[in-house]
Nanobody, 124 residues
């Protein structure tokens, strides 16, 4: 059974940084796409970033390019989202997700597994 468990959310002032973690378990994730999404109150869920488990290809939504970095630690089966220069508009619940394969545009792949989410709040 695949499990994704996020951690690292919290309250930070604008301009600050947070690092989110997603501990993945239950299978080997070779070939998978690991993604981060977010959902703010009243908004639809939004793709943020993705990484290819085997190969390390990365993909970001334009609004976070240059500020967020997605990475993974194979030994720990953990995916990270380093968030710098945070803005109030980054406030949302952040979710980790896994898709069974990689495509050139990981916003278009179906994500089969989801974590429970972690709250990120950026104050002005």
């Amino acid at each position: 059974q695949v499990q994704l468990v996020e951690s690292g959310g919290g309250l930070v002032q604008a301009g600050g940084s947070l690092r989110l973690s997603c501990a993945a378990s239950g299978r080997t994730f070779s070939g998978y796409t690991m993604g981060w999404f977010r959902q703010a109150p009243g908004n639809e869920r939004e793709f943020v970033a993705a990484i290819r488990w085997s190969g390390g290809n990365t993909y970001y939504v334009d609004s976070v390019k240059g500020r967020f970095t997605i990475s993974l630690d194979n030994a720990k089966n953990t995916v990270y989202l380093q968030m710098n220069s945070l803005k109030p508009e980054d406030t949302a619940v952040y979710y980790c997700a896994a898709a069974r394969y990689w495509v050139p545009d990981p916003t278009r792949v179906r994500y089969d597994y989801w974590g429970q989410g972690t709250q990120v709040t950026v104050s002005a």
